[in-house]
């Protein structure tokens, strides 16, 4: 089903290359689509600036190589994707790409321009051998609202063109609040052509949900209840798939755990409780203590620039509680950072359906191509478009899932909840569909896939049941039937992720 939408989506691509052959730029761009099928997903990490997106986007690879916190760079979209060894090649926006030499700053990537003004460069192109980046090309994108107008319309142009397909398949949005401005870029994200069939494809995430509570220890659990509040509020619903909330510093310094920071912790962990929760009071206070004896001011400074107040309040009471390695320990932060919760819903997500994903951006391309350049002859490619559109089983769920989201159907609540679960509204894998375990074996699947698709059918037939209504439960049913065909081995792609 996955493989023929894919395939459906390139032999869209073939055709209509065929038709604008005589049309270099055209075939180009087509050409550049076709081979996008073939790469990994592309997702952005896009937000208002400083929302914590390189943060984020080290702690998703593993590593600290996007810088941080530096003036130009962070200006200038940048892309990491995998590749067998470090290389680094400047796109301008003029002239020909050429490559960077490799210079690290403790760790992180620091990009030689080389006398080019940020402005005049249109991509850094990082390949990188990190396992996460073989599943996914992540790209970092400038801070949008940001003072400088250039900026954000930077972001703006390359996630929401006005004539073309985003450059990227998915998005994952940072906020530290919601504001009127993230809801206006997440609907322009939606707006976009791309998105006219009318799926959603973003992920929003509550960041440095470490300073929500001021960096107490309770701080992620307020943040996970904002975090709930927004998942349910009808205009951020509509716009993003969930709601996740991540510490991101905690979450890159966890991933990158040094013996050195272990042992420092350790010692902060090693005070009694009185003289720790007084140096804990403040960011100030915690530089300027003179305990532990031991540790310098530019260890402690070192330690609250990596893992906050927060982070390290966290990390003393796991060393206390017996998380007395140093893997362990940084695992354990992971977790608690929100880190795996994210991971988790991205793999559920975007990765369970890259293909339909990427599929749909191919669609848009050509829809794109088709309305800004018109020419005779081309009502094939049309027509195969629409059906495409209109006949792929992943789109129509993804479609379905948007109106669950943002309408409604005319069906009880606690149906219309168990059709967007049903239609991977909480992940595509045919456990997290069914409401089951990860280890569910394929007979329990397939067991409980056909109750549902009695249930959905008595649904579909029922006189009670409106029309649109009853469409919605023939696209439900499909995915039930899908499920059932997995399960009993007769689908030739596994749909779990
Ligand atoms: N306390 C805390 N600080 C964070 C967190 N994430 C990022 N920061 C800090 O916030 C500052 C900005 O982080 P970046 O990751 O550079 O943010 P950005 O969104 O990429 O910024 P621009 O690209 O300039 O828009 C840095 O000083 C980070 O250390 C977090 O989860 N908690
Ligand atoms: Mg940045």
């Known amino acids: 089903m996955t493989a023929a939408t894919l395939a459906g989506a390139a032999e869209l691509i073939r055709d209509t290359m065929e038709a604008y052959r005589d049309d270099p730029e055209a075939a180009g761009m087509l050409q550049g689509y076709a081979r996008r099928l073939a790469e990994p997903l592309r997702i952005a990490v896009a937000g208002m600036v400083k929302a914590g997106k390189s943060t984020l986007l080290n702690a998703i690879i593993g590593e600290e190589i996007a810088p941080t916190d530096t003036g130009e760079c962070t200006r200038i979209v940048t892309w990491y994707r995998h590749g067998p060894t470090p290389r680094i090649t400047l796109h301008p926006i003029d002239g020909v790409p050429r490559n960077l030499p490799l210079k690290r700053v403790d760790g992180r990537l620091v990009f030689v321009l080389d006398g080019m003004r940020a402005e005049d460069v249109e991509r850094l192109d990082v390949e990188w051998p990190s396992p996460a980046l073989q599943a996914m090309t992540l790209i970092d994108t400038p801070g949008i609202a940001s003072l400088s107008r250039d900026v954000s319309a930077r972001t703006l142009a390359f996630l929401t063109p ?36 009318g799926t959603v494809n973003a992920i929003a995430v509550l960041s440095r949900a470490d300073e929500v509570g001021a960096g107490r220890i309770d701080s992620l659990i307020s943040a996970g209840s904002i975090a709930e509040r927004y998942g349910r509020d009808p205009n951020l619903r509509k716009l993003a798939l969930a709601v996740v909330p991540v ?176 239609l991977g509204g909480s992940g595509a894998a045919s456990w997290v569909r069914l409401g089951l375990d990860s280890g569910s074996g394929p007979e329990m699947l397939a067991a409980e896939a056909r109750r549902y698709l009695a249930r959905w059918r008595g649904v579909s037939e029922s006189p009670l049941t409106g029309r649109p209504a009853a469409e919605a439960c023939r696209v439900v049913i499909r995915s039930c039937e899908g499920v059932v065909a ?12």
């Open 162 to 197: 006005e004539d073309a397909a985003s450059e990227a398949d998915a998005v994952i949005y940072l906020m530290r609040h919601m504001h009127a401005s993230d809801l206006r870029f997440l609907e322009s994200f939606r707006d976009t052509r791309t998105a006219r069939s």
């Open 247 to 422: 510490a991101g510093l905690l979450a890159q310094s966890a991933r990158t755990l040094r013996q050195a920071d272990f042992e420092a912790l350790s010692m902060v962990a090693a005070l009694d409780r009185t003289a720790r929760e007084r140096m804990l009071l403040s960011a100030d206070r915690f530089r300027r203590s003179t305990e532990p004896e031991g540790l310098t001011e530019a260890a402690r400074t070192a330690l609250l620039e990596r893992y906050g107040l927060f982070g390290i309040r966290l990390a003393s009471v796991l060393i206390r509680n017996g998380f007395t390695d140093a893997t362990p320990l940084a695992h354990e932060l992971a977790r608690r950072s929100g880190l795996d919760p994210l991971l988790d819903v991205l793999d559920r997500q975007f990765q369970a359906r890259s293909e339909a994903l990427k599929a749909r951006t191919a669609l848009a391309a050509v829809e794109n191509l088709l309305a800004s350049r018109p020419r005779e002859g081309t009502e094939h490619l049309a027509a195969a478009l629409e059906r495409l559109q209109a006949n792929a089983h992943e789109f129509r769920e993804l479609q379905l899932l948007a109106v669950l989201r943002t309408t409604g159907l005319d069906l009880p609540p606690e149906l219309a909840v168990e059709a967007e679960r049903l």
């Open 486 to 497: 997995e399960c009993s081995g007769r689908h030739p792609q596994p749909r779990s992720a």
